[in-house]
């Protein structure tokens, strides 16, 4: 087992250090990439996954985690931004011996680097990782974990849309408004009840069978679609992509009736450009990595010892952070996605400034 890279990088991609991992017995090939510890340390999830090659790989880690840096700055937690991959197909290779190999590499950061769950990993998993290191999160519940983060993701969802829906008719509630909502999984159920007791309409669309079939037993109310495409053209005041990334692109937009996008999938904007096209439209898109931002919130809160009513708080604080991107686009004549990229920017070098004042 060894390192075979470490590398401080502040060249062109402006990571701190990225790390490489490699355990020739279990397989393991991993790829750590810590994009900023201004704010405190890197958190971002364990992505497994099988790349077509170590260059994509690489490529996925270093953009996944300077994301992480702004989801963080901006859900005020002082935590940096960082993200691993594996690369790897989970079905043939991941082992608990993998598993604590890769746990062993995190602890060698010494707290630079905390992981999580993400595509390919699981709660399970990363109770195996705890084995090996005390710097990861998203364990379960037995472990000390904050367990599913789809509940405060849903729940920070909620919160953006509410500040949009005041931001373009005057009042924080989704009451009377007509919301589509593409996805129906663990988020997308939530968001739904969230919606319904707040008084809007739901109409909604699933690939998957049983999701539907929730939605008929549980809300009968809910509207159906057959598919996303049906869901953009409806007669809807907010669209909520809660699904796969890539929902707002070159097709969907000019379609779209809705005034309003808040959702909770990752990467919504299919391409750079979009933003201004949502916004030539008079659509407000609220930035999926500002709204979706309850996951990490719940996740984070495990390092002071989990509290769900402490972590939900921080979680509802989506809805003020979310009216203060919409002021600071409307100020300063940028789409929404621009202001909430200033804004984190600000906030890591404001704060993260502070640490040159020495202390000892
Ligand atoms: N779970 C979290 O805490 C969290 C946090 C941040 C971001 N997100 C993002 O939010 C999104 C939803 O996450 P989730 O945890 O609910 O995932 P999930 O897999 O539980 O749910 C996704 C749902 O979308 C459905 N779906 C897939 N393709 C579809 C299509 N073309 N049309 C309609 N429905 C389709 C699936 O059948 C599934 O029911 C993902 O993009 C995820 O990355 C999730």
Avoid at 192 to 210: C, F, I, Q, R, W
Avoid at 238 to 267: E, I, M, S
Avoid at 333 to 343: C, K, Q, W
């Amino acid at each position: 087992m060894g390192v075979f890279a470490s590398t401080d990088d502040p060249g062109s991609t402006g990571h701190e250090q990225v790390v490489f991992c490699q355990d020739k017995q279990t397989g393991l090939k991993a790829i750590i990439g810590i994009y900023s510890t201004a704010l405190g340390p890197a958190l971002g999830g364990t992505r497994f996954y099988p790349y077509a090659s170590e260059e994509a790989a690489l490529a996925d880690v270093l953009d996944l985690s300077r994301g992480m840096a702004y989801k963080n700055a901006l859900a005020g937690l002082d935590l940096g931004g960082g993200k691993a991959v594996i690369w790897g197909d989970p079905e043939q290779i991941k082992s608990e011996a993998l598993l604590r190999a890769y746990g062993r590499f995190v602890e060698s950061l010494a707290g630079r680097y905390y992981t999580a769950c993400d595509v390919g990993t699981y709660v399970a998993d990363m109770d195996v990782i705890a084995r090996e290191t005390r710097y990861v999160t998203g364990r379960s519940v037995e472990h000390g974990g904050a367990g599913d983060s789809s509940i405060l993701t849903a729940w920070g969802v909620f919160q953006g849309m509410r500040a949009a829906a005041e931001h373009v008719w005057g009042a924080p509630t989704l009451a009377g408004k007509r919301v589509g909502v593409a996805g129906l999984g663990k988020v997308g159920k939530y968001l739904t009840k969230h919606l319904l007791d707040d008084g809007a309409e739901v109409v909604a669309t699933d690939v998957n069978p049983k999701a539907l079939e929730w939605v008929r037993t549980t809300h009968p109310q809910v509207e159906l679609v057959d598919d996303a495409s049906a869901l953009v053209a409806a007669d809807i005041d907010v669209y909520a992509p809660c699904a796969l990334g890539g929902a707002l692109n070159d097709d969907t937009v000019p379609a779209l009736r809705a005034k309003v996008v808040t959702g909770a999938a990752n990467n919504q904007l299919a391409h750079p450009g979009i933003e201004k096209l949502l916004a030539d439209r008079g659509i407000l898109y609220t930035p999926d990595y500002v709204v979706n931002a309850g996951g990490v919130i719940q996740v984070a809160d495990e390092i002071e010892g989990f509290n769900f009513e402490r972590a939900k708080l921080r979680a509802t604080k989506i809805y003020d952070t979310t009216r203060e991107i919409l002021q600071l686009a409307d100020d300063e004549g940028v789409p929404p996605a621009v202001a909430a990229d200033r804004l984190a920017e600000r906030r890591m070098a404001d704060v993260g400034r502070l640490r040159s004042i020495l202390l000892r």
